[in-house]
Nanobody, 120 residues
Framework: QVQVVESGGGLVQAGGSLRLSCAVSGRTSSITAMGWFRQAPGKERAFVAGIRWSGGMTNSADSVKGRFTISRDNVNNTVYLQMNSLKPEDTAVYYC?????????????WGQGTQGTVSS
């Protein structure tokens, strides 16, 4: 089991950027892939982007392709989500979680998340 602590959220104007961080601890040796998810008000939690721990192959939702970039620092057990060209519809609580290597579905427990708010 791994634990995650998300940070880096905040308020930004449309077109701006945020860089989210996810500090991972616990059984980090068991991690095969990590992902970012988000939940907007009134909507289900949705996959945003994922990265395989070894190799670094990534996957992302169509809605964020070209704007968001996921990366990881294996040495420091940290996952990042660089969010550029932000839109009001990106406003959500962003969560980090371990994900299945093949399906990108979440496999761990949810943390508190970090709020990203984009104003128009």
């Amino acid at each position: 089991q791994v634990q995650v602590v998300e940070s880096g959220g905040g308020l930004v104007q449309a077109g701006g950027s945020l860089r989210l961080s996810c500090a991972v601890s616990g059984r980090t040796s068991s991690i095969t892939a990590m992902g970012w998810f988000r939940q907007a008000p009134g909507k289900e939690r949705a996959f945003v982007a994922g990265i395989r721990w070894s190799g670094g192959m990534t996957n992302s939702a169509d809605s964020v392709k070209g704007r968001f970039t996921i990366s990881r620092d294996n040495v420091n057990n940290t996952v990042y989500l660089q969010m550029n060209s932000l839109k009001p519809e990106d406003t959500a609580v962003y969560y980090c979680n371990s994900v299945n290597f093949f399906s990108w579905r979440p496999t761990g427990s949810w943390g508190q998340g970090t709020q990203g708010t984009v104003s128009s």
